[in-house]
């Protein structure tokens, strides 16, 4: 049978984690394609999917290249136009999670999916989710572990941005979506677990995502807002690595982020300022009914 969507998940040195992402993807309860991007294992992770999912098609790089790298390459890869993303320390908890996701593309402007996740390591707090069942409601952005991806969109819009490595690149995708016209829709569905692997380099996460917060801001924030979006952003970062325990990091990524602004110039189209005023008050309420956003911007 012909695969409606493909389910991505990238990974490195989390081979046990993997295993159980992977049984329950091929549990699903339509024809998918499954794409494992190895980002240079050493681990064995790679040889483990080819022996335990024969299923399963898996691309290993020699060296790590990044998430956002693997991201887009997995895009290239991938034969069908949606892209269901869940990260490799995460699992589907019933069959039916990938179908219901693609049934929410119900309008040509929503070009990404957030499903509905719990953190299960931290609390029992659904996240991700639509304020009802009935209604088309929009977000500002999805997360990286339980979203889908219209993949079409997503290669016109030139994918992800290499340069941020890892973090943020959801939250810029979900800005310039939305300047072009596309977006982000949340769902009822059952939820995908996330296990948060302890396997994560805490310190050098919170620097990439204080650095990418800045660009974001360089990229996309108009002119007449960007000085105290700016000052806003690096605040709000500092204040996180303060309560995480690494405000060192938190303020080196800062620190970047300024100082590289100048070398992705060209980079820059920024939102409109009724397009900013609109993503901010989504960003403030959540989420939105699409058709209350398309009157405000009209």
């Not at 889908?148 to 290499?162: A, C, E, H, M, T």
Request: charged share 25%; proline share 5%; aromatic share 10%.
């Amino acid at each position: 049978m012909t695969p409606e969507a493909t389910i991505v998940i990238t990974t490195r040195n989390r081979r046990d984690d993997l295993r159980v992402s992977l049984t329950s993807a091929l549990k699903q309860d339509l024809p998918l394609e499954i794409l494992v991007i190895d980002d240079g294992s050493t681990d064995g992770t790679a040889d483990m999917v080819r022996a335990e999912f024969p299923s399963v098609r898996v691309e290993r790089s020699d060296k790590p290249l990044g998430l956002i790298v693997q991201r887009n390459r997995a895009a290239e890869m991938a034969s069908t136009n949606f892209i269901v993303s869940i990260d490799d320390d995460a699992e589907f908890t019933s069959p039916s999670i990938v179908s219901t996701a693609l049934k929410a593309f119900s309008d040509p402007r929503i070009a990404a999916v957030g499903i509905p996740f719990i953190d299960v390591k931290l609390n029992s707090n659904l996240q991700q989710h639509s304020p009802e069942p009935n209604g088309v409601y929009i977000s500002h952005w999805y997360i990286g572990t339980a979203h889908v991806l219209r993949r079409d969109v997503f290669r016109k819009l030139g994918g992800y941005r290499g340069f941020f490595f890892v973090q943020q690149e959801e939250r810029e995708y979900s800005m310039r979506m939305f300047r072009e016209g596309y977006f982000v829709r949340v769902i009822t569905c059952d939820p995908i677990h996330h296990y948060l692997s302890p396997k994560r380099p805490r310190g050098l996460n919170m620097m990439y995502s204080a650095r990418n917060q800045c660009l974001i801001c360089w990229l996309l924030i108009p002119a007449t807002r960007l000085p105290v979006e700016f000052a806003r952003v690096i605040w709000q970062q500092l204040r996180i690595g303060f309560r995480r325990g690494l405000f060192l990091w938190a303020a080196w990524g800062a620190i970047r982020g300024g100082l590289e602004a100048m070398r992705y110039l060209p980079f820059r189209k920024s939102m409109t300022r009724k397009q900013f005023s609109e993503y901010h008050r989504i960003t403030r309420m959540g989420s939105v009914p699409l058709d209350e956003l398309l009157r405000r911007l009209a």
